[in-house]
């Protein structure tokens, strides 16, 4: 695949995964984290660190990455700052951590054991699901947040990030092939380049004002119709399965 038609694809994918990962929905309650208190300063290996780094990670998903100061992850995790100074440099080291806390969990999430659970193609209805679960939380923010103020921790994870997705795209390509539900005939290229243009709109920070359409709505179709463009009949017949499996789980809550 072209070098410049899959890096838009992985940057489209990354703004999915790296600010958040498709597991994460603020899953900790932030009030579970008050036991660091006592907790971080018995702490001498890196379980506790990595707990407290994921506390911090919700933080900045519900408050924002840029808004949430030294101070609010000491109020909110009701440790002292020099508690938190002994773990950490600074906001930017914090950042850094955070977001390789991230990266982790997205090397977990999407290792070829777990893309064969998921298959292919729940593997892209799911990455649809999380993008208009997400919109109107902090997870776009943080995206851009992280690009603007922590430029240097942006670019240090970058080469890892695409690493992981070049890999993820690759299997789940092949997988889906291999199992009958993408199609061998197609250009793939041209649709992963069709696809990224038209998502091209979530990575602005101000959604434009004269859409027609509701924002979930395009995204459904736009994700929808890749998929059916690159998978077979059986490809498609899965996607529906799994749109009505969905859209009934919807009505019983």
Do not use: W
């Not at 993820?168 to 990224?196: A, C, H, P, T, W």
């Amino acid at each position: 695949m072209g070098e410049i038609f899959l890096s838009l694809f992985l940057h489209f994918i990354s703004f999915v995964y790296l600010c958040g990962t498709m597991e994460t929905k603020c899953k900790r309650n932030v009030s579970m984290c008050k036991t660091f208190s006592i907790k971080v300063m018995a702490c001498e290996g890196n379980h506790l660190k990595e707990e407290l780094v994921g506390c911090i990670s919700d933080l900045f998903l519900k408050y924002g990455l840029r808004s949430t100061s030294m101070d609010d992850m000491a109020n909110h995790l009701k440790v002292s700052k020099k508690t938190l100074y002994q773990i950490f440099e600074n906001k930017e080291d914090v950042v850094e951590q955070v977001m390789y806390y991230r990266l982790e969990n997205l090397r977990k999430e999407t290792s070829p054991e777990e893309l064969q659970k998921i298959g292919p193609v729940r593997f892209l209805y799911e990455i649809k699901r999380h993008i208009i679960d997400n919109l109107n939380t902090r997870l776009p923010a943080n995206y851009f947040d992280l690009k603007k103020y922590h430029p240097e921790v942006n670019r240090r994870i970058e080469a890892e990030k695409d690493q992981i997705m070049k890999s993820v795209l690759n299997e789940i390509l092949s997988m889906g092939v291999e199992k009958g539900v993408f199609r061998q005939d197609v250009d793939m290229e041209l649709q992963v380049y069709i696809f990224s243009r038209q998502m091209s709109f979530l990575e602005e920070q101000e959604m434009p004002d004269d859409l027609k359409y509701p924002v979930p709505l395009l995204v459904s179709e736009i994700v929808d119709n890749f998929i059916r463009a690159i998978a077979t009949p059986k490809g498609i017949e899965e996607l529906e399965r799994i749109g009505r499996a969905d859209c009934a789980e919807s009505l019983s809550y």
